[in-house]
Nanobody, 124 residues
Framework: QVQLVESGGGLVQAGGSLRLSCVASGNIFSINAMGWYRQVPGKQRELVVDVTRSGDRNYAESVKGRFTIFRDNVKNTVLLEMNSLKPEDTDVYYC??????????????????WGQGTQVTVSS
């Protein structure tokens, strides 16, 4: 089992920046990708960005060029730098750890652990 603890987030004006961090502990070798999903009201969680253990990154189209994810495999930490934030980025962001799969998949069924969620609010 893997435990994820998130920090960061908060309230910022449009155009501002925020940082999220997520620290993993436990059976960390059971996970490959780590990243963040956000909860879309009325829909299932969607991927914002992830990074595999080897460093491959996958960004949602809506955040490309604005968000950057970093991973430290020694500290078992991922950081999300969010720049040029927009009101539509407002959401609860959940850190996620995904198990190993034969091919890349961001499907929710591959998520083995979730963080507690952190609120990001961008005012206009």
């Amino acid at each position: 089992q893997v435990q994820l603890v998130e920090s960061g987030g908060g309230l910022v004006q449009a155009g501002g920046s925020l940082r999220l961090s997520c620290v993993a502990s436990g059976n960390i070798f059971s996970i490959n990708a780590m990243g963040w999903y956000r909860q879309v009201p009325g829909k299932q969680r969607e991927l914002v960005v992830d990074v595999t253990r080897s460093g491959d990154r996958n960004y949602a189209e809506s955040v490309k060029g604005r968000f950057t994810i970093f991973r430290d495999n020694v500290k078992n930490t991922v950081l999300l730098e969010m720049n040029s934030l927009k009101p539509e980025d407002t959401d609860v962001y959940y850190c996620a750890a995904r198990r190993w799969t034969l091919t890349y998949s961001s499907d929710l069924s591959t998520v083995s652990s979730w963080g507690q969620g952190t609120q990001v609010t961008v005012s206009s």
